[in-house]
């Protein structure tokens, strides 16, 4: 009896993961699978009345995006939230944050983020600026890249802060000359804030629901939700696989555990999340901090501030320590590192862990990886480590901001894509939303183009192909979640995670990039977001 198929795909703009180009295809599938991919327009022999067919012509068919690095509820948290990337002094802010307070008067606390103060005329980060507008309830703003917040008076009582708290490890509570908190808070400093914002399950549940909506929408069928920070309390598990039973859950959701010697934690959470929708998958930790607050950890002083390097998060030898006992436990290891002293750090600790432990097809990652010493380019594919980068990134903090704090020479070893491809890197894309907006189209313009919204370019040589930019984004995170057998290509056997978009980019000039859209998305077999008809038989 030859095979029905539940649901046809077909299009003239099939890219499958495994051809350069798009092809003409339709796309068998069966269930929750592709079972067949045929490059001919008849489809006859493996349809019913009962087939549903999609007919999506030119627009580009393509696996679903696989964002390997995310924050997922902080990006539910923020994705309703006051967004201050455009103020221009710490009052124009205070002021945008008072007006979006004022819309949201139920809400027990105010959040915010995207201020950068590098692109400040006037004005310092200071609760007084937080106090004239709201005084009555707690208010929280993300610096743009997250490793610090701005908070008022009633978040530092809430917390419990004053003149008297002693710094966290690795973390600042900024203080005036008086010895009074100025508001600012510094790495983990902005933990003691967010462990007692009061968030409830009732409210977890409604961030899940704003991400899963965007998610689809977005096309992303796959995340890596490396959790809150400072953090990582991977409670949220129980929510996920909560969800997954209830047929809620639209997105894979791959979830981490903090790195911090404690392997009992990782072994129990490996064992019972294992699911096809809900999996844990090793790891995490901070190397070091971000270059904009001198917490990025240098090999060399920081060209506009040459009394400091930064630091690491954790001494060096506690670091490797912890990835050797991991990596013989077989987990695997994330290490954000924005810093070229961060990138070899972790490098080394990896190549520690191999000597010790053996080699293995470990396949860690180090995340971000912004800054790199020309030498240890080529350590990644020897180790075998994966690059986890995101390339929206660029378009966070102005060039010449950047250039200022670590010089033109490190400049040339910055955000680097085509040198890593080249040398056999496996390099992964992602987002690190809330950093930024989840949508992946953005980070491809980005890689392809290296223009940032000012139409700055950022090392032009670093240009990488379209293929390879989607490749980044769909079959290399399925092999850096070990899940290559079953996701990130069109082919029989594979899930069916099959997102339409309303162009094909391979016949649009670049700038279009940006304005895609996606207009169908499946996730497992089931059509989860649509704006398309179904075609009749």
């Known amino acids: 009896m030859e095979l029905k198929a539940d649901i046809v795909i077909r299009g003239n703009a099939v890219f499958t993961g495994t051809s350069d180009v798009p092809v003409p295809a339709s796309i068998l599938i069966k269930e929750n699978k592709i079972v067949k991919v045929i490059e001919s327009e008849d489809v006859s022999d493996y349809i019913d009345h009962q087939t549903k067919i999609y007919d999506f012509e030119d627009q580009l068919i393509m696996p679903g995006f696989h964002d ?36 949201k008067n139920d809400d027990p606390f105010v959040i915010g983020c995207s201020w950068e103060q590098n692109e400040w005329d006037e004005g310092e980060p200071h609760r007084f600026y937080l106090d004239e507008v709201i005084p009555d309830r707690p208010v929280l703003l993300y610096q743009a890249e997250f490793h610090s917040a701005w908070v008022n008076s009633k978040a530092l009582e809430l917390a419990g802060i004053d003149r008297y708290t002693e710094n966290p490890p690795y973390g600042e509570i900024v203080k005036d000359e008086n010895g009074e908190p100025t508001g600012l808070l510094l790495e983990h400093a902005v933990g003691l804030v967010t462990k007692v914002l009061p968030i409830s399950l009732e409210v977890k549940e409604k961030l899940l629901n704003n991400f899963l909506s965007e998610a689809v929408k977005c096309g992303v069928t796959s995340v890596h939700d490396l959790l809150r920070i400072p953090e990582m309390s991977t409670e949220e598990a129980e929510l996920y696989a909560g969800y997954e039973i209830e047929g809620k859950l639209t ?43 001198y917490t990025a950890y240098l090999l060399e002083p920081y060209t506009n501030n040459p009394e400091t390097k930064g630091s690491t998060v954790f001494p060096e030898e506690t670091i490797k320590r912890w990835t050797v006992e991991a990596d013989k436990e077989g987990f695997r290891v994330r290490f954000h590192c924005i810093g070229d002293g961060a990138v070899q750090l972790a490098l080394d600790s990896f190549e520690a862990a191999q000597k010790e432990n053996g080699e293995r097809d470990s396949r860690h990652a180090i995340e971000h990886v912004e800054m790199i010493d020309p030498n240890d380019i080529e350590r990644f594919h020897q180790l075998g480590v994966i690059a986890s980068v995101q390339p929206e990134h660029i378009n966070v903090t102005a060039r010449d901001v950047y ?6 020479e490190r400049m040339k070893h910055n955000y680097l894509l085509k040198t890593m491809l080249d040398q056999g890197t496996k390099v992964i894309f992602g987002t690190d939303y809330p950093v930024v907006k989840l949508d992946p189209f953005p980070g491809i313009y980005r890689a392809v183009t290296r223009l940032d919204d000012d139409g700055v ?63 169908f998305t499946m996730v497992d077999g089931k059509v989860v977001h649509e704006i398309v008809e179904e075609v009749s038989l």
């Open 68 to 103: 390997f690095h995310i924050h997922l509820l902080m990006g539910g948290l923020l994705n309703d939230s006051v967004r201050l990337h455009l103020a221009r002094s710490a009052k124009e802010a205070a002021q945008m944050v008072k007006e979006y307070a004022d819309s």
């Open 251 to 293: 997105t894979r959701v791959h979830f981490v555990a903090p790195l911090n010697g404690d392997l009992e934690l990782a072994k129990s959470l490996r064992e019972k999340y294992k699911s096809n929708m809900v999996q844990f998958c090793g790891f995490k930790q901070f190397a070091d901090g971000v270059t904009t607050s």
């Open 403 to 408: 250039e200022e704090l670590i010089g033109p």
């Open 457 to 519: 370019v950022w090392d032009g040589k670093e240009r990488i192909s379209l293929k390879d930019a989607l490749l980044s984004y769909t079959s290399v995170p399925a092999y850096g979640s070990f899940r290559e057998h079953e996701l990130g290509t069109i082919e029989a056997g594979k899930l069916a995670d099959i997102i339409v978009l309303d162009r094909n980019l391979f016949e649009v000039p670049y700038e279009e990039i940006k304005n895609t859209k996606v207009v």
